[in-house]
C-alpha cells in the first residue's frame, strides 16, 4: 500500500460547465487494486460529508435535482450507475462502473441517476452538510437561475 | 434522499485505545438506501485523502502496520473483510460487513486487514496525504514506541 503522492489524476473536461471527469491512479499488486485522491491537490472542494446510495432497485430514478452551492463527487465504488449531469445549456450521461472514475459536479448542475447495477454503491462527497434549502428540484426554476446567472 | 442533519450516529468504545466503531444513519425509501455522514461533527478529523482497497484475493493479508500521527476512518462499502486493530495492550477484530458500519483508528494503532470477500471494497478516509516517514511497518518498533508513549 505504497502510493506516490507523484501519482497523478488524469482530470478531464466534459462539455458541461464546470463537469470533470476524474481517473484517479490505481495501484495493483498481488494483494489487490488501491485507488486514491488526495483532497487538497485534486478536488476542488473541502469535504465536510460523505454519503452511499445502495440497494437502489434498477427502475429507480434517484438525483433529479440541483444545488445552489454544493459541490459534489462521485465515485461508483462498487457495480455501476449512469449519472446525467446538465448544466442547462449541454447535458451528458456518464457511466460510472470503476472506483478508479471520480465525476466531479459543481454547484448548478441538474443531475440525474439511474441504470443502478444491483450491487451498486455510489460514495458521493460533499462540500457541506446536508441543507434542504440548498436543492433546487424543479427544472424550470433550475432554468430560471441559469438563465439569471449567465 | 432527505437525510436530516438530526439523524444520530451511535459511536461506540471498543475497548482498544481510542478506538471506536461507529453505526452510520440509513436512511431507506422505495428508491434504496442511503448512509452518510458528516465530517465535522461525526469524524474526529479533517479529510485529506481517501483511498478504496478492492480485488484483494481472500487469502492476502494488507495492512499489517501502524501510523504515528494519521487518523483513519474505515468503511467497508461492498462486500465484507475483518479488520484488527490493536493497541500494543489490546486487540479486537472486528467484521465490517456494512456501509453503515465505520472504524475509526486514531494514530498508534496496529491494524491488519484480510478476510476480504470477493466483491469487498473498502473505503478509507485519512487525515492526511500518503507519507512514507509516518508509517510503523515493524512490530516490535511499534511495541517500542507504545511503551515509550505510556
Chains 1, 2 share one sequence.
Request: contains cysteine.
Amino acid at each position: 500500500m505504497n502510493p506516490t503522492a507523484s501519482a497523478s489524476v488524469s482530470i478531464e473536461p466534459t462539455g458541461v460547465r464546470g463537469v470533470s471527469l476524474y481517473r484517479l491512479p490505481q495501484v495493483q499488486d498481488e494483494r489487490g487494486m488501491l485507488t486514491f485522491a488526495e483532497v487538497r491537490s485534486h478536488m476542488p472542494f473541502a469535504v465536510e460529508r460523505f454519503f452511499m446510495v445502495y440497494r437502489v432497485p434498477s427502475r429507480e430514478v434517484r438525483g433529479e435535482h440541483a444545488h445552489k452551492v454544493l459541490h459534489q463527487f462521485l465515485v461508483c465504488v462498487s457495480g455501476s450507475c449512469s449519472v446525467i449531469a446538465d448544466d442547462g445549456a449541454a447535458g451528458r450521461e456518464f457511466l460510472l462502473n470503476s472506483p478508479a472514475l471520480g465525476l466531479y459536479l459543481p454547484p448548478m448542475t441538474w443531475c440525474v441517476h439511474h441504470k443502478y447495477s444491483p450491487d451498486a454503491v455510489l460514495l458521493v462527497l460533499a462540500s457541506d452538510v446536508y441543507e434542504s434549502a440548498d436543492y433546487i428540484r424543479d427544472y424550470a426554476v433550475f432554468m430560471d437561475l441559469v438563465r439569471t446567472r449567465v
